[in-house]
């Protein structure tokens, strides 16, 4: 059981269009809540949109993850020691 608190102007809309459907506003709003459930169970994650492209390129090193903030520092010393 789910109670919602809608203010009167959506409850007037809610009660006029699902009366305009045949349906009670309870059943209109399990429709709607099916429906974008059912969108959102769908929809594509972060990974299955760009998975073809991950790892596409690679700059050959296998030890950037790990030495990453060791080789940015050594950059920035290099950088700074220049001027």
Do not use: Y
Not at 1 to 13: C, I, W
Not at 34 to 58: C, H, I, K, M
Not at 68 to 75: I, S
Request: glycine share 8%; net charge positive.
């Amino acid at each position: 059981m789910l109670s919602v608190r809608l203010d009167p102007r959506t409850e007037q809309a809610l009660d006029r269009t699902a009366k305009s459907q045949g349906l009670t506003k309870s059943e209109f709003l399990r429709a709607l809540i099916d429906e974008r459930l059912r969108e959102e169970s769908q929809r594509a994650s972060p990974w299955q949109l760009g998975g073809e492209r991950f790892g596409r390129v690679g700059s050959g090193r296998g030890d950037l993850s790990t030495t990453h903030k060791t080789k940015l520092k050594q950059k920035l010393r290099e950088k700074t020691s220049r001027h």
